[in-house]
């Protein structure tokens, strides 16, 4: 529990296992702040502070910890290709981006964010072009929070082409 010294100013330490209680509102009540201002904002329920230049989200980044399945193949257009990843702290808006060998970033289609440990996206024809130029699996995948804050999980998506057959004629 605090005592009355910490708030006259004799005592600059706060004190006790309770909780102190900091400015809050929506993200329009913001007023015109000065570095180092600290305050909770009700609009996305988030701490935040203010950089001398804008006001900085105070977040935990995502974490991926497994894909599933950790593998796609070329995509005929009969099938979608819908793949999982797992982890912690997704965020509502969360961006996913999967990385070849190359470093260049690609966009799939769909992701969707179903729980904060949950999101799902579509391989899409782009990144099924990527990966059929020879050494660019596997893919990296990057989460990306509407805070800024992201997490990767290296190498975590490889490509896996259909088989191919080819016979000759009266080679059966």
């Known amino acids: 529990m605090s005592d009355l010294r910490d708030f006259t100013g004799k005592n600059r330490r706060f004190s006790g296992s309770d909780s102190i209680r900091i400015p809050r509102g929506t993200t329009g009540e913001r007023v015109t702040a000065e570095t180092g201002e600290f305050r909770f904002n009700t609009t996305l329920n988030k701490a935040e502070y203010y950089d ?3 006001w900085i989200v105070i977040d935990a980044p ?6 599933s399945p950790d593998n796609f193949a070329d995509d005929d257009g009969s099938t979608v290709q819908t793949i999982t990843l797992n982890g912690s702290n997704f965020s509502t808006g969360a961006t996913i981006k999967l990385t070849g060998q190359d470093l260049v970033e690609l966009s799939p289609d769909s992701i969707t964010r179903v729980s904060s440990s949950q999101m799902t996206f579509v391989i899409n024809s782009t ?8 050494g660019q699996d596997p893919f990296s995948i ?17 490509y896996e082409p259909s088989p191919t057959f ?5 080679s059966l």
């Open 52 to 54: 001398g230049t804008t």
């Open 62 to 67: 995502p974490a991926v910890t497994s894909v």
């Open 127 to 134: 990144i099924i072009a990527k990966a059929k130029v020879a």
């Open 142 to 158: 990057k989460v990306t929070n509407s805070s800024g804050l992201a997490a990767s999980l290296t190498d975590g998506l490889e």
């Open 166 to 170: 080819t016979t000759a004629a009266g």
